[in-house]
């Protein structure tokens, strides 16, 4: 069982980063896909960004050259760098896990078994 715990959400003005942070729990000796995902009010749940298991990066166009996915794997943790937010990015952002290679899979929320519980980011104008 994989449990994943979501940190450095906040409070910022439009232009302003935010560092998050995903725990992951339970991993051992398993390879995994992780990927960053969002949910505004009234919209569905999007792609973010995503790490695949080889490496590979895949980011939601409306955030490409802003955020970056990293993983330190001595840590166990996921990483998702916000660089120059924006309104638009107001949402739960949740990190999620699913097991083996997500390929073209990996920006589907569909595709992800583990789940954090999330971290709230509201960008201000």
């Known amino acids: 069982q994989v449990h994943l715990v979501e940190s450095g959400g906040g409070s910022v003005q439009a232009g302003g980063s935010l560092r998050l942070s995903c725990a992951v729990y339970g991993y051992a000796y398993i390879s995994y896909c992780m990927g960053w995902f969002r949910q505004a009010p009234g919209k569905e749940r999007e792609g973010v960004a995503a790490i695949d298991s080889d490496g590979s990066t895949s980011y939601a166009d409306s955030v490409k050259g802003r955020f970056t996915v990293s993983q330190d794997n001595a840590k166990n943790t996921l990483y998702l760098r916000m660089n120059s937010l924006k309104p638009e990015d107001t949402a739960m952002y949740y990190c999620?896990?699913?097991?083996?290679?997500?390929?073209?899979?990996?920006?589907?929320?569909?595709?992800?078994?583990?789940w954090g519980q999330g971290t709230q980011v509201t960008v201000s104008s």
């Open positions: 999620a896990a699913l097991v083996g290679y997500g390929g073209i899979g990996r920006m589907s929320p569909h595709e992800y078994k583990y």
